[in-house]
């Protein structure tokens, strides 16, 4: 599962780093909580909630089966 979140996560990865931003992978539990690092501008940014939920967790949701929510470190 790791290698798809990966996968994943690089689809989204240019409107991050358009910002000045970037998501880094953590861990995945076993009962699909994907846990992320946001970086850069993006670790700091009074939005870094919304762009969790509607960007980094929908996108995991829709294209890695398994994951069930995702959380910042």
Not at 16 to 35: P, R, T
Not at 53 to 72: D, H, I, N, S, Y
Request: charged share 25%.
């Amino acid at each position: 599962m790791s290698a798809e979140i990966e996968k994943a996560l690089d689809t989204i990865r240019p409107a991050l780093q358009a910002d000045g931003g970037n998501v880094e992978f953590i861990e995945v539990s076993e009962d699909g909580v994907v846990k992320v690092k946001l970086t850069g501008a993006c670790g700091h940014c009074p939005m870094s909630a919304q762009t969790l939920k509607f960007g980094v967790e929908r996108a995991l949701k829709e294209q890695v089966p398994g994951v069930t929510a995702v959380v910042a470190l």
